[in-house]
């Protein structure tokens, strides 16, 4: 059904030796924040090439299998972990289209009090909602993103919804970037109806058809430079398991763009020997570490229809959390339900009547570091440590969520926390929460939002790129995705990301 | 240094007596006779027959699916789901302790030691039962029979999705 939407694109098939190309700008990196600068570059005159590690999925690549996608799809086969107490799994896809291919197509506005507080703490004043605003627009208009319609979001997220009603706290279906959803629940594999608007099917066929490159399937391991300013990239061509073919690709270009990533992008310019003379690279990665809770109903939910996360809860942003709906393959949450043996069994055989909503938490005093592993691999060596100050934060999150449970009818509660009950009935209530002395390595925790590994702002001392996305210490050489937030944006970072992208990229085309 | 050799000798030949694994019943390739055995043993206590879903670890092959599962990594992760294989199956030794393996202690001893590192004090140890449970988890709902008898069903009108996907499978 989609036969020509990658007419143009390079792909692992097409590569039969080495090769050199030029461009003005090359981005490396095709999701969302790469894949939008390279559309604004190329909107813009510009000659521009896009490269992306991983191969193009279609649908027929597709599989519900939801371990195998995370095989095929992401950087370590989906099993790359953050080093600390707790471990916390993240992942990274490699696949044209970034995240946005396996993502929940989930867009939102960050608020006015980040970008104070981005500006207090960081010294960044050249970005707040009255600049970002129109890119917020022209994005959101760009990739249809609306909020969720009613007769796509499933039970599952009409009890959060009535919960929230009941509490009398704030509730929205969640705006997503799709158009037409069926809400068959099955973004994380790869959305077989293609109504999600990932950037492989939305932004980069249309920068294509504007007359922009793309080659992928090439894995960039350096970035050309003199010292002082950077003049292109080389990459190997790799399979689409990542195994390296003998063939490379070298580009020249006047600008390189890096939006490979906030755990890619600093690995390839410690690789590259990019100066850094503060250290500052890969210092400061700040996540989302996000906690579920698996709530039991009398009646069936099943919560494999509807809408993946369709519904949303910004009334405690302020305080450090965020609510929302979620749903993966059973294959992926149920690995966090405790137990073994026939006590496991009852709990899969009540999955029917089962929803998992999660929080996440823009924690205050917990970060980590991005390190390049020695020898070949790009791989990154990424610690983080989940700090005690922040536990109440944590607990605060875990209860609001129990107390939203409670609201919507569940009769039992799997925290999956290490020290509160295996299962918490709703005449426990929210003691078992209010009374556990949690400390961080006894919560499972997972992170898909990673930001702050080479923040913007204006001291070489203390971020790495300048206002304009530009490497202090490197010139020629911006980085435009996530990696340069200098703190949390509160909620999920892809739209963000994506509306600085477009800005930025602007911006670099005004000065060319 | 005739008796040292001798030694030796019975040293070896008690090692590889005492820690042979039998030939599996059917091939795999990249599970070894020894994970092989792990596998099962702990797909057995983990999903036992019966229960809210009937469908036992062995029905569901969760063995099978562990093998191509490793299939699909790179050989470093196929090692460390080896070592953690290995070092359920051995580590009786430290927390029962005997010197029996993982596969060959009695059922309700196995369950007691899994048990053990579920609810272990020491994060580390909790870390690899829950990494343990995770892959098996993965292997069993993967079954289609283990996902009809949870109920998973496709809306009609996503059908056409369901289809797409089907196809590919």
């Known amino acids: 059904m989609t036969d020509t939407l990658y007419d143009g694109i390079i792909e692992y098939k097409d590569y039969t030796g080495n090769r050199r190309e030029s461009c003005d700008a090359v981005v490396i990196g095709s999701g969302p924040t790469g894949a939008v600068a390279a559309w604004q570059l190329v909107d813009r005159g510009l000659d521009v090439i896009l490269l992306e590690a991983g191969p193009v999925r279609r649908p027929q690549d597709f599989t519900l299998d939801g371990a195998k996608t995370l095989a095929e799809v992401c950087y370590e086969g989906g099993l790359r972990a953050m080093r600390g107490k707790p471990m916390v799994p993240t992942m990274q896809a490699r696949v044209l289209g970034g995240g946005s291919h396996i993502n929940s197509a989930i867009c939102v506005r960050t608020p006015q009090f980040c970008f104070d507080d981005w500006r207090e703490r960081y010294g960044v004043d050249w970005v707040d909602r009255a600049t970002l605003d129109p890119h917020y627009d022209r994005v959101e208009a760009f990739l249809g993103v609306g909020p969720t319609p009613a007769d796509v979001l499933g039970r599952k997220n009409e009890l959060f919804r009535d919960a929230c009603n009941a509490l009398g706290i704030h509730s929205e279906p969640m705006p997503r970037n799709v158009r037409g959803c069926c809400g068959c629940a099955e973004c994380f594999t790869g959305c077989p109806t293609r109504a999600k608007q990932s950037m492989d099917i939305s932004y980069i066929p249309d920068a294509v058809r504007k007359g922009m490159r793309v080659f992928t399937s090439a894995q960039v391991v350096a970035i050309d430079h003199d010292g002082r300013q950077a003049s292109g990239v080389r990459a190997i061509i790799v399979d689409p398991s990542g195994r390296p073919s003998g063939h490379e690709l070298r580009v020249d270009a006047k600008k390189v763009i890096l939006a490979a990533g906030c755990l890619a992008t600093p690995v390839l310019l410690q690789k590259s020997n990019v100066p850094d003379p503060h250290k500052q690279i890969g210092k400061g990665l700040q996540a989302h570490p996000g906690c579920a809770l698996m709530g039991i109903f009398p009646d069936p939910v099943d919560p494999w229809f509807g809408a993946t996360q369709g519904y949303q809860s910004l009334e405690y942003l302020r305080d450090g959390f965020k609510m929302e709906t979620l749903w993966a393959p059973p294959a992926i949450l149920a690995v966090r339900l405790p137990g073994f043996g026939k006590r496991l069994k009852e709990y899969y055989g009540k999955l029917r009547y089962s929803a998992f909503w999660d929080s996440f938490f823009a924690l205050k005093h917990s970060q980590g570091r991005v390190r390049a592993r020695p020898g070949r691999s790009f791989n990154p060596d990424v610690t983080y440590r989940v700090d005690r100050r922040d536990i109440p934060t944590i607990k605060t999150g875990l209860i609001k969520l129990a107390e939203l449970f409670w609201a919507a009818g569940a009769e039992e509660l799997l925290p999956g926390i290490y020290g509160v009950p295996e299962v918490v009935t709703r005449d426990q209530g929210l003691r078992p929460f209010e009374q556990a002395d949690l400390k961080p390595e006894h919560i499972v925790l997972a992170a898909t939002h990673l930001f702050s590994s080479t923040r913007m702002g204006p001291d070489p001392k203390t971020s790495v790129v300048d206002p304009y996305a530009e490497l202090h210490h490197l010139k020629n050489c911006h980085i435009v995705d996530t990696g340069i937030m200098p703190r949390s944006p509160a909620v999920n970072p892809m739209l963000t990301g994506m509306a600085l992208a477009d800005r930025l990229a602007g911006q670099i085309a005004e000065r060319m | ?169």
């Open chain 2, 1 to 169: 240094m005739a008796l040292f050799l001798l030694i030796a000798i019975l040293l070896l030949l008690f090692i590889v007596l005492r820690f042979r694994y039998p030939r599996p019943a059917r091939d795999y390739r990249h599970l070894r006779p020894a994970d092989v055995c792990v596998v099962h043993a702990v797909s057995d206590v983990m999903f036992p027959d019966g229960g809210a879903v009937a469908v036992s670890g062995r029905t569901a092959d969760i063995t099978g699916y562990i093998d191509r599962y490793l299939g699909w990594h790179a050989p470093s992760l196929r090692f460390l789901v080896r070592l953690m294989f290995a070092l359920i199956e051995h580590a009786p030794l430290l927390f029962v302790p005997t010197l029996k393996r993982f596969s060959d202690l009695p059922a309700e001893a196995q369950e007691r030691y899994l048990a053990g590192w579920e609810h272990s004090r020491f994060y580390p140890r909790r870390m690899v039962f829950q990494s343990l449970r995770a892959l098996m988890s993965m292997a069993y709902l993967a079954s289609p029979d283990v996902e009809r008898a949870i109920g998973v069903e496709r809306p009609e009108r996503c059908e056409a999705a369901a289809i797409v996907k089907r196809s590919a499978t």
